[in-house]
């Protein structure tokens, strides 16, 4: 019911429903977490994230979340005192990892990463989906870069996350028609999620993404999470 009532945006609802609950988990306050990023609404987001902390201190997927929402509105004074308060605590983020299987091995890709020896193939064919993707609307949406840099800078920080990475390799390394499967360790951000959606439509295939959230299936210029992870 906290679901139903966080995806349908009435999050002060699912607040007075979850604090009735006997013992709710991180987890539970999570979901509204990502409600609250949804709907920006930074106040509430605030009170979810110290629910949280009281039950869960070093949850570094919701202290991350947190610093996006603000992030998200521009308030880099707070995400830089989630920043300061997850160093404070010895808590760091893990780097940003996605795996893929192709032809029974396992390939591994990091943001910005040269190491992989097909970089330069990587690199065109991400290029190729950036201009189809572009001609079908997509524009890119920086408000969860954590860096206060200008727009051109955050869009290329964008484009060499490491899940776009793998889906570019899957899919020039792939047969067409190939559901493309990806596990990455940590949330991905909006503006991948969007433009997954988007490759999903324009290669005509079938995009797996196993986030620390939960599985995206993307088809068609949709998503099975219903914009909600």
């Known amino acids: 019911m906290a679901d139903l009532y966080s995806r349908k945006g009435k999050l002060n609802d699912a607040y007075q429903l979850i604090s009735t609950m006997t013992t709710p988990t991180g ?4 979901l509204l977490l990502s409600a609250c990023r949804v709907h920006k609404n930074v106040d509430l987001a605030e009170k979810v994230a110290s629910k949280i902390f009281e039950v869960d201190p070093e949850n570094i997927g919701a202290r991350v979340l947190l610093s996006n929402i603000y992030a998200n509105e521009g308030r880099w004074k707070e995400v830089a005192k989630v920043r300061m308060t997850m160093r404070n605590m010895g808590i760091r983020k893990n780097p940003a990892c996605s795996w893929i299987e192709v032809k029974n091995k396992i390939h591994t890709f990091i943001a910005d990463d040269k190491s992989h020896p097909l970089h330069d193939e990587i690199n065109n064919a991400l290029c ?26 955050k869009k290329y920080l964008l484009y060499g996350h490491s899940e776009r990475r793998a889906i570019a ?6 047969p067409a028609g190939t559901t493309i499967r990806v596990i990455k360790n940590i949330r991905i951000c909006v503006d991948c999620h969007t433009a997954i959606k988007l490759i999903s439509k324009i290669v005509g295939r079938e995009i797996v993404v196993r986030d620390n959230s939960r599985f995206h299936h993307f088809r068609d210029g949709e998503c099975s999470c219903g914009e909600y992870w």
């Open 128 to 153: 190729e989906l950036q201009e189809k993707m572009e001609l079908a609307g997509y524009v890119a949406d920086t408000s969860e870069v954590l860096h206060d840099v200008d727009d051109e800078q």
């Open 169 to 174: 390799f899957g899919i020039m390394s792939t």
């Open 27 to 30: 987890t539970i306050w999570s």
